[in-house]
């Protein structure tokens, strides 16, 4: 932990990182979020009464380009029971506040958020794409609904496809992925894509696309193909 101290820092630079750190995981304040309508009190009060039976890993990512990118990426916290997602969710920054480059990153533990982990190697993700408007009207919504998904188990027996969720602060505009393992699962993958959609609220007419990582990873232009579409 931070102490204080008069004296100048050896490593400043180390000490300005472990302090940004520190403001994401050990926010003074409770967020309070207002329920937007009936469905919210639904899935809230589900959660409530459900019991979590896996163990999640919540992982930050701060784009310091004098690291690897390994060492960017660092674990917050695990949990496993209700109250302590809530604990959780409750101290860290929203994602609306954070610095552009940085990522909030929630996976099944034993899973890193990263392509080259074994379940994610074969898979994909559905991804939503926000403009520089949304960050102040959908950004924290969509991303608390997308947490809200993962542990209350909202894709029933596909659910187990899901690997974890990513959402990127970036400049030019956020994203907000669900990430799976297996980009062949049609069935499971359509699944998830119109839960995640109904879920969010996103309207009909929009159209979001599913994405295998290894495209992502290859790709020549500026986007990637999408596998699937909802």
């Not at 060492?71 to 954070?98: C, G, M, P």
């Not at 990127?168 to 992925?177: F, H, L, S, T, W």
Request: hydrophobic letters at 35%.
């Amino acid at each position: 932990e931070a102490t204080a101290s008069t004296s100048v820092s050896a490593n400043p630079e180390k000490e300005r990182h472990e302090t940004t750190i520190q403001k994401v995981v050990s926010s003074e304040a409770y967020i309070k979020h207002p329920l937007q309508n009936n469905q919210c009190v639904i899935n809230l009060i589900s959660l409530v009464l459900w019991k979590m039976v896996m163990e999640w890993a919540l992982w930050f990512f701060k784009n310091d380009k004098s690291k690897t990118w390994q060492a960017n990426l660092r674990l917050i916290s695990k949990f496993d029971t209700v109250e302590d997602f809530w604990a959780l969710y409750n101290h860290i920054q929203l994602s609306s506040n954070l610095m552009s480059g940085c990522d909030y990153s929630l996976f099944k533990d034993g899973i890193e958020p990263m392509w080259e982990d074994e379940r994610n190697r074969r898979g994909g993700r559905w991804l939503i794409t926000l403009s520089k408007q949304q960050r102040k009207s959908d950004l924290d919504r969509f991303w608390l609904e997308t947490l809200l998904c993962l542990v209350g188990e909202a894709f029933d027996d596909y659910s187990d496809d899901v690997c974890g969720a990513v959402i990127n602060v970036r400049a030019k505009g956020d994203k907000i992925a669900i990430w799976t393992t297996d980009y062949e699962n049609k069935e499971a993958i359509t699944h998830i894509g119109r839960v995640y959609k109904e879920r969010l609220g996103v309207p009909p007419k929009v159209i979001i696309g599913y994405q295998s990582h290894a495209d992502t990873a290859t790709k020549s232009g500026s986007t990637t193909k999408n596998k699937f579409v909802a």
